[in-house]
């Protein structure tokens, strides 16, 4: 997730800080506290653990039967998988809806990337080590905890270790368990952990919508055809128009043209050529009018290369015709916690009461599904501080790690709601 800030939201209200530094008093809770600090060697091992086991996107299935194993051994009631993938555990409380706490487990290497997971000091360096190694790490510290120290709470727990976060994976395990009749209604908060760090909210999901376009003709010689029309010539009148829609400042929209291929030699009118485009924005009305722009672009590019093929003279012996076919190989909804929502005006709570500084921001996570359906949800790290994502240097720092603990457990209870 690439992250950029949004304007601070309305100060938390009284009540909610209060009832974050009456838990943070209670008896179990320092307890859990201490706790925590003195598992670090064995938050670490479970990380170079599961680090070490390839997820890459859509090839999740070995660190599922990894994580269910780990789900069992921590006592979680009714642990399962469902259809795509993504792992269930679930720790009982009085309320009929949930909190989840969830990770995804996917990485974005792909099969085969060689997986030299290594520790040195409070250092640990391998790809995935961090984004998702600390969220699932943080996920299964909080459920090893509720075993080790007996916390009530009043809203039941689900931990999720879901798939296809990353790239094409296009966020299908958590749109799975929004659609799935079990869930989509029963979950009232979504607390996602994502990667490292204390430092940040994610509290507005950045939506994209990535197209393959592909224009077909009928090719031919450079020579003896010409005339004859020309998909990449399709593609660049498209481009050209397309490229030219205004787009707000504010809602903050953009697009690009990532790729673009086609062609065989350069005495071969083409048969074929490709691109692909990358709209992004924090508002679903302005993706939608950006759709429709680069589809009229190109019905348009289509009419007027046919029409100047006629003009060039193109001969009528092949057959004519041209088409072009859009693919979405990407669409993630955008959405926007309102200010005053609960679960924004606890993790500000926590974090006062913690004295950690955090930035709410904006960036495409699994959060973008609850928030898109209106839901309260939040994408945090899993403590700790991390780089490299998504390279091969990938690393993690365990140092710091307690506080992003303490935070994610605070947050989950006073959602869920302990008795006095
Ligand atoms: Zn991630």
Partial sequence: MALTPRPEVSEVFPNVQQEVARLSALPEIRSAFAWLRAQEPQFAHWQLELARIPAPPFGEAARATWLTGKFRDLGLDDVHND???????????????????????????????????????????????????????????????????????????????????????????????FSAPRWKDSIAYSLVLDGAGSDTIVAEALGSRRFEVIVRGPGGHSWSDFGAPNPILVLARAIEAFTETPVPSSPKTTFNIGVIRGGTSVNSIPESASMRVDIRSTSMAEMERLEQALRLALDHAVEEESQA???????????????????????????????????????????????????????????????SLGREAIAIGGGGSGGGAHTLQEWFDCRGRELGLKRVLLTLLALAGVSA
């Fill in 83 to 177: 259809d795509v993938g993504n792992v269930f555990g679930s720790h009982p409380g009085a309320g009929e809806s949930y909190v989840a706490l969830s990770a995804h487990i996917d990485t974005v290497f792909p099969a085969g990337t060689p997986l030299n997971i290594k520790q040195q000091g409070s250092r640990l360096y391998g790809p995935g080590v961090s984004d998702n190694g600390a969220g699932v790490t943080a996920m299964l510290a909080i459920a090893a905890l509720l075993r080790a120290v007996r916390i009530c709470h009043a809203l039941p727990f689900v931990f999720i270790g879901n798939v296809g976060e990353e790239g094409e994976g296009d966020l299908r395990g958590m749109r799975h368990i």
């Fill in 309 to 371: 093929s006629q003009r060039r003279g193109a001969t009528q012996r092949r057959p004519f015709g041209l088409s072009c076919e859009v693919v979405v190989i990407g669409n993630r909804p955008a959405g926007e916690l309102d200010s005053n929502a609960r679960i924004l005006q606890v993790i500000r709570a926590v974090d006062a009461q913690l004295g950690n500084a955090a930035q709410v921001q904006r960036a495409s996570t699994d959060a973008n599904i609850p928030l």
